[in-house]
């Protein structure tokens, strides 16, 4: 038997319905905030990622699934979906008409971390972005949005945390404090982090490793050493949370796994979900367009974990299962035959009908109407074909009544539909 690839997993019926009803609800709250869907590919050229997400990166480093084709270009399976949302962005114009757009997207993206619970190899994520807006509001935006959304689903135990990352003209001072910092506790650090130490010293104050974590204790902030318009703009982002009521923390550790981030940055994270505790994140890009060949255009974004947040809905998925109508127990073949022509008519009236195809015996489809929670029943043999009627019965209430065989659609779907 051939198994799915390891940290891929198969999303099955049962689980499915609440995807789908955590997708409508997202669809629907970002419509209602003026976000438009974009679909984009799952496969890139490998240089786009390389050269947005960042060279010292994990993702880049170790994560990504490349491969050459067969002429041998390298291409790699899209470990996130910012860089192909800037990519489609710049390559369709799409600034030209007007530089300002807010759009969302939803898919499976790819990662080679290893498999736990909550981390996937092949995991999804609800995406949102805003371009061509500098201003600190399109943060306070996502972030209120993102919160709508989680308020939506009733997710609690949820806690929003803020930070700036500062720009090209000010991140350069905290890095060289950074980096004295770290130094003088070069010995403490992993493999990992002394490596990239010099080239990317804001990702030891992200690393999980206890030794880094304690090592980084006491660090300087990056807040202390904004620039007069970061500081600005990140005063300005947090009365716009206040004014809009987003409870937060102001969170000096919050650091991006990714180089292209500026400004603000922000992360969801919840006590409900162990050592994966992060449910959302995002924060400014302002220089990704440009540097991936675009206008100079300021853009901001996040994205929410789907597999996380699907553990984290209260909603029970077997509460948005939707069972059938009505079941027909078909006995004798030209019953067989009238009830397939029924439940695909019922079809069209939107009544899930179930029937059985082989003609079982009535003891057997009974059974399965049961098992499938039919509302209705309705037994169909010989006799009720030569009598033109058969009996309907409320699997719930257990009333009966007698139906016409003629028209049965219409009224059944008068019925059930009622
Ligand atoms: P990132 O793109 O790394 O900022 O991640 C955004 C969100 O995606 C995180 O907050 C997680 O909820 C989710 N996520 C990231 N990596 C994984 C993974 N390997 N498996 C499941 N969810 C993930």
Same mark, same amino acid.
């Given at each position: 038997?051939?198994?799915?690839?390891?940290?891929?997993? /198969?999303?099955l %019926?049962?689980?499915?319905?609440?995807?789908?009803?955590?997708?409508?609800?997202?669809?629907s709250?970002?419509? $209602?905030?003026?976000?438009?869907?974009?679909?984009?590919?799952?496969?890139?050229?490998?240089?786009?990622?390389?050269?947005s997400?960042?060279? $010292?990166?994990?993702?880049?480093?170790?994560?990504?699934?490349?491969?050459?084709d067969?002429?041998?270009?390298?291409?790699?399976?899209? %470990?996130?979906?910012?860089?192909?949302?800037?990519?489609?962005?710049?390559?369709?114009?799409?600034?030209?008409a007007?530089? +300002?757009?807010?759009?969302?997207?939803?898919?499976?993206?790819?990662?080679?971390?290893? %498999?736990?619970?909550?981390?996937?190899r092949?995991?999804?994520?609800?995406?949102?972005?805003?371009?061509?807006?500098?201003?600190?509001?399109?943060?306070?935006?996502?972030?209120?949005m993102?919160?709508?959304?989680?308020?939506?689903?009733?997710?609690?135990?949820?806690?929003?945390?803020?930070?700036?990352?500062?720009?090209?003209?000010?991140?350069?001072t905290?890095?060289?404090?950074?980096? +004295?910092?770290?130094? /003088?506790?070069?010995?403490?650090?992993?493999?990992?982090?002394?490596?990239?130490m010099?080239?990317?010293?804001?990702?030891?104050?992200?690393?999980?490793?206890?030794?880094?974590?304690?090592?980084?204790? *006491? !660090?300087?902030?990056?807040? /202390?050493?904004?620039?007069?318009?970061?500081?600005?703009?990140?005063?300005?982002?947090?009365?716009?949370?206040?004014?809009?009521?987003v409870?937060?923390?102001?969170d000096?550790?919050?650091?991006r796994?990714?180089d292209?981030?500026?400004?603000?940055?922000?992360?969801?994270?919840?006590?409900?979900?162990?050592?994966q505790?992060?449910?959302?994140?995002? *924060?400014?890009?302002?220089?990704?367009?440009?540097?991936?060949?675009? %206008?100079d255009?300021p853009?901001?974004g996040? !994205?929410?974990?789907?597999?996380?947040?699907?553990?984290?809905?209260?909603?029970?998925?077997e509460?948005?299962?939707?069972?059938?109508?009505?079941y027909?127990? !078909?006995?004798g073949e030209?019953s067989?035959?009238? +009830?397939?022509?029924?439940?695909?008519?019922?079809?069209?009236? @939107?009544?899930?009908?179930?029937?059985?195809? @082989? *003609?079982? @015996?009535?003891?057997?489809?009974?059974?399965?109407? $049961?098992?499938? $929670?039919?509302?209705?029943?309705?037994?169909v043999g010989?006799?009720?074909?030569?009598?033109?009627?058969?009996?309907?019965?409320?699997?719930?209430? @257990?009333?009966?009544?007698?139906?016409?065989?003629?028209?049965?659609?219409?009224?059944? +779907?008068?019925?059930?539909?009622?």
């Open positions: 038997m051939i198994q799915s690839i390891r940290g891929f997993r /198969d999303i %019926p049962g689980e499915t319905e609440l995807w789908q009803y955590i997708e409508k609800e997202a669809i709250v970002f419509s $209602d905030f003026g976000f438009k869907e974009i679909r984009i590919p799952v496969m890139e050229k490998t240089e786009l990622f390389a050269r997400i960042g060279e $010292d990166t994990d993702i880049v480093e170790k994560e990504m699934y490349t491969f050459p067969r002429k041998g270009d390298l291409l790699t399976l899209r %470990p996130e979906a910012t860089a192909s949302v800037v990519r489609s962005y710049i390559q369709q114009k799409i600034y030209a007007d530089p +300002a757009q807010k759009f969302y997207t939803i898919g499976p993206m790819f990662r080679r971390e290893r %498999p736990q619970k909550g981390r996937y092949q995991f999804y994520q609800i995406n949102a972005e805003i371009f061509g807006v500098a201003e600190a509001n399109a943060d306070a935006l996502l972030i209120f993102l919160m709508t959304l989680l308020k939506r689903l009733q997710v609690t135990d949820i806690e929003a945390h803020v930070n700036s990352l500062g720009c090209p003209e000010c991140r350069p905290f890095r060289n404090a950074l980096i +004295a910092f770290l130094s /003088d506790r070069a010995e403490a650090l992993c493999a990992d982090c002394t490596r990239r010099d080239k990317n010293p804001l990702r030891v104050l992200d690393c999980k490793v206890p030794g880094c974590r304690e090592a980084a204790t *006491g !660090a300087p902030a990056i807040t /202390d050493h904004l620039c007069t318009e970061c500081a600005d703009h990140f005063e300005t982002l947090k009365a716009s949370l206040e004014g809009l009521d409870p937060f923390v102001v000096k550790r919050l650091v796994g990714l292209y981030y500026t400004r603000s940055t922000f992360e969801i994270l919840t006590g409900a979900l162990g050592a505790n992060a449910v959302a994140g995002g *924060g400014r890009y302002d220089g990704l367009i440009k540097l991936l060949g675009g %206008p255009l853009a901001t996040f !994205a929410i974990g789907l597999d996380r947040l699907a553990e984290l809905v209260p909603t029970k998925a509460s948005l299962v939707r069972h059938p109508d009505i027909i127990a !078909a006995l030209k067989l035959g009238l +009830a397939f022509q029924w439940i695909c008519t019922l079809a069209l009236s @939107s009544i899930r009908a179930e029937t059985d195809y @082989s *003609g079982r @015996s009535l003891k057997s489809q009974m059974k399965r109407a $049961d098992r499938l $929670d039919a509302a209705y029943t309705l037994i010989e006799q009720e074909i030569e009598n033109g009627a058969a009996v309907l019965r409320n699997m719930k209430t @257990s009333d009966q009544q007698e139906i016409s065989l003629e028209n049965l659609p219409k009224t059944l +779907a008068d019925i059930i539909g009622a």
